[in-house]
């Protein structure tokens, strides 16, 4: 049977626990306070006990056949607050696509809501009677965490958040070429840089790819340019994906994904790719620095690649030394094992266009 019950005051819900409780007087049931547990009844079902004398509740009991446990089904409609406002960057624009998050801590109770394509946003806050602290997050935005304490005693709330673009530094030196890896978001290329991924390998040279205007997340670049520092600006923007042999990490770590590993570096005042280890063995990688990683099918016994400061190309050859040549004069040069260059009476093993030959 379903029984109404009329309260003699209404209950204002406060955000605060809120206890139902129900007592049996008659002989059918036992004395106590009970909680139905399965909405249902029938032998074996448990309930929760309080009785007259006690302090708290315990779940021991069981209902034997034909028991039934009296049941309360209840809702509560609670007025809520608002809390609104818009989301900018700091050129004032507004952000589509920000989450707005207020939490409680105490009560570990949250509400949140996205910004539309004004920036605007509307938070409903039903347990309006607790405090809450506000963070706003946005790809390609710092996380803003504001520590001011949000109530909404003297009713509906309005605030306005402005997040800052997430930026990281990118130093070239006076070689004029540095390497970029990041994971965590797209970036912007600066104006005046160019960024470069690794293609393929072909002989003695590398197939360098320009990335126009994005490099992608995960995409590990090098970077050309003039001597500076520059802010590289994250971006919602994907980018176009490449095939790739350069990788990174984003903490310091042990190169891995390849067989043969070079790292970014000047020798003889040549820049370019060298190996990081004896015999282009694993080296520690600093954080968001690529290096370049050659599958064994790939390696030809070159030892480092070195750029062509005017094209941006890069070729190599073992132990190779001086100014870079162009494919066809790189076939006309022959060097010993030690890299020097030598002419057509030298006799024994020799590198020529990166191959190993014995001359007689």
């Not at 050309?224 to 520059?230: N, V």
């Not at 076939?331 to 094992?337: E, H, I």
Request: glycine content about 10%; hydrophobic content about 35%.
């Amino acid at each position: 049977d379903l029984i109404t019950i009329n309260l003699a005051e209404p209950i204002v819900y406060d955000g605060n626990a809120l206890r139902f409780v129900v007592r049996s007087e008659g002989t059918t049931y036992k004395s106590g306070t009970y909680f139905e547990v399965t909405n249902t009844s029938g032998n074996g079902k448990s309930y929760y006990n309080r009785n007259d004398n006690a302090n708290t509740f315990t779940n021991s009991q069981t209902w034997s056949q034909n028991s039934y446990v009296p049941a309360i089904h209840f809702g509560l409609k609670a007025e809520a607050k608002t809390l609104s406002g818009v989301v900018t960057d700091n050129g004032g624009n507004p952000l589509e696509g920000a989450t707005v998050t207020i939490r409680n801590a105490e009560n570990d109770i949250e509400y949140f809501a996205t910004t539309d394509e004004t920036g605007a946003y509307t938070i409903n806050v039903v347990q309006n009677s607790l405090t809450y602290t506000a963070t706003v997050t946005a790809e390609g935005y710092e996380t803003l965490v504001d520590d001011e304490e949000l109530d909404f005693i003297e009713g509906n709330r309005t605030k306005d958040f402005v997040l800052t673009k997430l930026t990281v530094s990118l130093t070239i030196s006076s070689v004029e070429y540095a390497t970029f890896y990041y994971s965590n978001s797209a970036y912007k290329i600066p104006e005046g840089l160019e960024a470069f991924a690794v293609e393929s390998i072909h002989g003695n040279n590398l197939t360098l790819i320009s990335i126009p205007g994005i490099i992608p997340a995960g995409c590990g670049v090098i970077i050309k340019g003039p001597q500076g520092t520059y802010d590289m600006e994250a971006t919602s923007e994907e980018g176009v994906a490449v095939e790739n042999l350069l990788l990174g990490f984003d903490v310091p770590h042990l190169t891995e994904g390849g067989d043969i590993y070079y790292k970014l570096t000047v020798k003889n005042g040549k820049v370019g790719f060298y190996w990081g280890e004896e015999n282009g063995g694993a080296f520690e990688n600093a954080a968001h620095k690529a290096y370049l990683a050659l599958p064994a099918d790939q390696y030809n016994g070159v030892n480092f690649f070195t750029f062509d400061n005017d094209n941006g190309n890069a070729t190599g050859i073992d132990n190779a030394t001086g100014s870079i040549e162009t494919d066809t004069q790189e076939a006309d040069r022959v060097y010993n094992l030690s890299g020097q260059r030598v002419n057509d009476s030298y006799k024994g093993v020799v590198i020529v266009n990166g191959k190993k030959v014995m001359r007689k």
